[in-house]
């Protein structure tokens, strides 16, 4: 995945504790460091570093601009880099940013993370829906809106890749419970259909 370049700066590394233990590669820098601040320091000074590696036990640091393969390594502590608010998932070569400070229609969160060069998240894989749901600020009970709908066809529910939207839905869903429940949001641990044109929190994603 290539950075854009509205994302040049960042100013923040977040843990990411379900890829520590491990050694990613391919590297763009690996060296020695006597701690974690410098660690991390070291690799926000490349541009393309995404994620960064720390072992408190050896002392060693790895700057990732991906994570194409992965070997055990005890001890190491794994750090995705925020950019501009959006957060790297490494193990996944993702990009997100999960919105829960407002509220907005679709088409208007939608609009949103276009003026970012981003899209309403397409979690087409079970691994990226776990990820999101799994994440410390993912709010209980509380719609997110997500990339997918069936606009084209009643029933037919698409993600914006084009790609069916057949798993994971919540028991009984998709029901349009409610007139013209087009949209699709994460709520709690699965997918509801959701009117478009009720308001709620939503996650953007590059790609």
Known sequence: MSLPTQLASTTSWLEDVAGAGLLYSPSLLTTSASSLVICLACCSNIVK??????NNGTGVCTC???TQSMVT???NRLWNRQFDGFTYIAQLDWLILLITDTKRKNADAESFCGTMGARLAVLDTDEKLNYLIGLHDFPDDTSIYVGATDKQTEGLYLWSTGANLTTNW????PNSF???????????????????EEKANFVCELG
């Open 49 to 54: 570093c995404k994620a960064a590696s720390y």
């Open 64 to 66: 990732f601009d991906g």
């Open 73 to 75: 390594r005890h001890g």
């Open 170 to 173: 919540l028991p009984g869903e």
């Open 178 to 196: 409610r007139v013209e429940e087009d949209c699709v949001v994460v709520l709690n641990t699965g997918f509801n259909d959701f009117p478009c």
